[in-house]
């Protein structure tokens, strides 16, 4: 697993550089005594950066039975750090300590883990995160699949491709480059005519239509997404080849930064191996699901793209370039 984005937090662990920087975000976003909250703040914006890199250097040698605790609050730390860049008075009550989330019952009998689902809770640190950092509104009570978390991470495009034989978004361009292609299959997929889905695309992207004359395969669309959720949402991103996709489902095309992603199912993950001990301990031992290798595929990359958008948050939010 690659980790070398751990050691992109390091200039951030002292007090003159964390100070200077929590001072700036602070005076940026015109907080009242600026000075003095940036001051009180230093200490715990590297002690949670501190203790997330522990947790996340600890999962690179720690067996697989125990890997999603460690990776989950190694996250959390780091989403805590960034948290305090752009909301100088966090926690400011017991309400947002809560983790926000909740998982279902499990029934013991013939349990899936990609049927399993998470619901958000009104409260608690993932809607606090959700709002602060990425200005969306979690609605209290919405339930996410681990299946259409799962299939929101391009990373994982093989593993669903051999293990459930779908091919759930589509490459369409390299997240450099100033144009994507996107193949007229999708008019299929979305149900839409080429007219409808060229507007609804412009609508929800920063691409404009390129107005050429279209091949019968393709749209051409001219542009560079904005970034400003740190993944490219509603499109998917693809860290190790920088590529870009667009989801199959019209209902996955939808502005949901990645890093939520990554919570919700290390939270699930975290919980089965923490109080589901038996199955979770079935199915790393007999090899008899699936959703094993999509698992395991997951909790290899999870760690290297949350702290590389982590790390792009810290460098936007402070004005640093990358």
Request: charged share 20%.
């Amino acid at each position: 697993m690659a980790h070398s984005n751990l050691n992109l937090f390091h200039p951030f662990l002292s007090v003159e550089t964390a100070q200077k920087l929590l001072k700036k975000s602070y005076k940026k976003r015109q907080v009242e005594n600026h000075d003095q909250k940036s001051y009180q703040n230093a200490y715990s914006f590297i002690y949670f950066i501190e203790h997330g890199l522990t947790y996340l250097q600890q999962s690179k040698v720690s067996p697989l039975s125990i890997k999603p605790v460690l990776l989950f609050y190694g996250m959390i730390q780091l989403l805590k750090a960034c948290l305090l860049t752009v909301d100088p008075s966090y926690p400011e009550s017991t309400a947002v300590l809560a983790h926000g989330v909740s998982t279902r019952k499990r029934k013991k009998q013939s349990y899936e883990f990609i049927q399993d689902e998470v619901k958000i809770q009104k409260n608690g640190l993932f809607s606090h995160i959700s709002d602060k950092m990425f200005h969306v509104k979690q609605m209290e009570g919405t339930k996410y699949s681990m299946q259409e978390l799962l299939y929101s991470i391009p990373e994982l495009e093989a593993a669903i491709k051999i293990t459930k034989n779908k091919m759930s978004f589509l490459p369409i361009g390299l997240a450099t480059d100033s144009t994507v292609s996107i193949p007229n299959s999708i008019l299929d997929d979305y149900k839409m005519t080429q007219e409808r889905f060229i507007q609804y695309f412009e609508s929800n992207t920063s691409y404009i239509h390129s107005g050429k004359e279209q091949s019968k395969q393709m749209m051409t669309f001219n542009g560079k997404q904005e970034n400003q959720s740190l993944s490219y949402s509603p499109l998917l991103y693809h860290h190790q080849k920088s590529m870009l996709y667009i989801p199959r489902k019209k209902e996955h095309f939808t502005f949901f930064p990645e890093v939520l992603v990554h919570y919700l199912l290390l939270y699930n993950l975290s919980m089965i191996c923490r109080y589901e001990t038996e199955w979770w301990g079935e199915l790393l031992h007999t090899f008899n699901s699936s959703d094993l290798s999509l698992i395991i595929e997951f909790l290899d990359i999870t760690a290297e793209k949350t702290t590389h958008y982590l790390h792009s948050f810290l460098t936007r939010v402070f004005d640093i370039e990358d």
